[in-house]
């Protein structure tokens, strides 16, 4: 006899890309905010991530809001790896958003505005609210069809139980139209919402589980509730303020999330949902729940922006404010004056600061070992080697960069572990900041618009030698 052959299905749905920060999983810390030497993604900045961890643990705890971190350091030294796995260490529930200095300035809206929507994306909204359910396992459906196709509409009965109690109710059009629409059928377990109609569908009743009846993988057992059929549930919706915001202040309602439409809000729409928000808390109803905003390259702000934020952090519905940035002593955008990390001081007052140390040897190759494994690409011991004196003596980017490059190249040559000659080829093809440079200076008078550089010696004699 034959043997049957299934064909592979690939499930379409779940398409992993692989970014840049894509290995991050947290912070790596430990129950006792000790950073691990290699977790979750995180390696190094041992001092970094500690700092952060305390900062994380005061978020969770309530315990601060209104306050300003700034990440410093030079480039490519995690700063960005920090704030992403501290989006990861909060959770779902609490609200994270991310931005770069330069969107502001890119926006159909003010400067201001961009940021207080910003603002508003990173504070939570806890709303708690008591609903009616009817909750059990469907024992029969009967739907009565009418013979003709005219005024009368569908009718039926639903016979639901749990294990103390069944009951029989009458079925409208509406109930019926939900059912189909959730396929339900005997044996199923529901909970219908009085309030609105909707079905949820929370498994299969393990009673009516056989071994021949024939279901999907993804099907789900559980138990038949007992008590009684209707129950009173407290329900808990997670929203930001801004999406409150825009549901207010457009015509179309929540559409206007789906279709970025958000626009300028006026000041008056925000302040009513302030006040009704400060009524639900005194009510029990919400809570609030502070997130973080973490602005990456800071320094692209200009003074009317640090001016806002100054005012912004001393709001009592203020957000945590997390800011990097690679600069140093530079120009404040917007003024002739010069200032640590271009960051007014009156700002940087209010900040604490964390800084980011540069990669040790030992670091590199850790973190280009974990690329390598997030990019699913086979490396002996002499190529990470090799690819760590890359990142050493260039920049740790440029070495990731390289790993899918040299894993082509070793597919091209037909082979399944890349060696010392795929990094030395794509080495050669794909040149660094500083041999671009160098190659610049000694082809300069051949490019159009081109301005005289004056390289120092040490700097030429350093790019000849990588």
């Known amino acids: 006899m034959a043997e049957l052959k299934l064909s592979e299905s690939r499930d379409l749905t779940r398409v992993e890309r692989i970014g840049a920060h894509s290995h991050i999983r947290g912070l790596g810390l430990d129950s006792a905010l000790e950073p691990r030497a290699v977790s979750e993604g995180m390696v190094g900045q041992v001092k970094a991530r500690k700092a952060a961890g305390v900062i994380l643990q005061m978020i969770k705890e309530g315990k601060i809001a209104g306050r300003a971190i700034l990440i410093a350091g030079q480039p490519g030294t995690g700063k960005t790896a920090i704030a992403m796995g501290m989006a990861k260490s909060l959770g779902l529930e609490t609200p994270f958003a991310m931005i770069a200095g330069s969107e502001i300035f890119s926006l159909e809206m003010s400067k201001t505005e961009a940021l207080t929507q910003s603002f508003r994306k990173a504070i939570g909204v806890r709303i708690k609210e008591e609903t009616e359910v009817i909750e059990g396992e469907v024992v029969e459906v009967q739907i009565d069809r009418p013979a003709s196709s005219g005024v009368a509409s569908k009718s039926g009965k639903l016979t639901m139980k749990t294990t103390d109690m069944e009951t029989v109710y009458d079925m409208g059009a509406k109930l019926i139209e939900s059912l189909n629409k959730e396929k339900v059928q005997s044996g199923d377990v529901i909970a219908l919402d009085k309030a609105t109609g909707k079905i949820s569908k929370l498994g299969r009743s393990f009673s ?26 407290e329900v808990v919706h997670c929203v930001t303020l801004h999406e409150i915001d825009v549901i207010n202040s457009r015509t179309q309602g929540f559409l206007a999330l789906f279709t970025g439409d958000t626009g300028e809000i006026r000041s008056e729409v925000r302040e009513q949902i302030d006040t009704k928000v400060a009524e639900w808390r005194e009510e029990g109803k919400a809570e609030i729940v502070p997130g973080v905003l973490f602005i990456d390259e800071v320094h692209m702000l200009d003074i009317e922006c640090f001016s806002f934020l100054n005012r912004a952090l001393e709001n009592e519905m203020s957000p945590i404010l997390v800011v990097a940035t690679n600069r140093g002593v530079t120009t404040i955008r917007g003024t002739n004056q010069k200032s640590p990390h271009g960051i007014p ?11 980011t140390q540069p990669y040790t040897d030992e670091d590199i190759r850790k973190i280009l070992e974990i690329r390598c494994q997030e990019e699913d690409v086979e490396m002996n011991e002499e190529a990470k080697q090799l690819l760590t004196l890359i990142g050493r003596d260039t920049s740790l980017r440029y070495a990731i960069h390289l790993i899918t490059a040299a894993a082509l190249s070793c597919q091209k040559r037909k082979g399944k572990v890349v060696e010392i000659e795929d990094i030395n080829r794509v080495y050669r093809l794909f040149l660094d900041a500083r041999r671009s440079m160098q190659y610049l200076v000694e082809y300069q008078s051949q490019y159009m618009f081109s301005e005289p550089i004056e390289a120092d010696g040490e700097d030429e004699q350093d790019a000849m030698q990588i």
């Open 208 to 233: 009516r589980s056989r071994d021949y009846d024939a279901m999907g993988a993804q099907t789900k057992f559980v138990q038949c509730p007992d008590g009684e059929l209707q129950k009173r549930k």
């Open 345 to 355: 001081i009156d700002l940087l007052d209010r900040l604490l600061i964390i800084t």
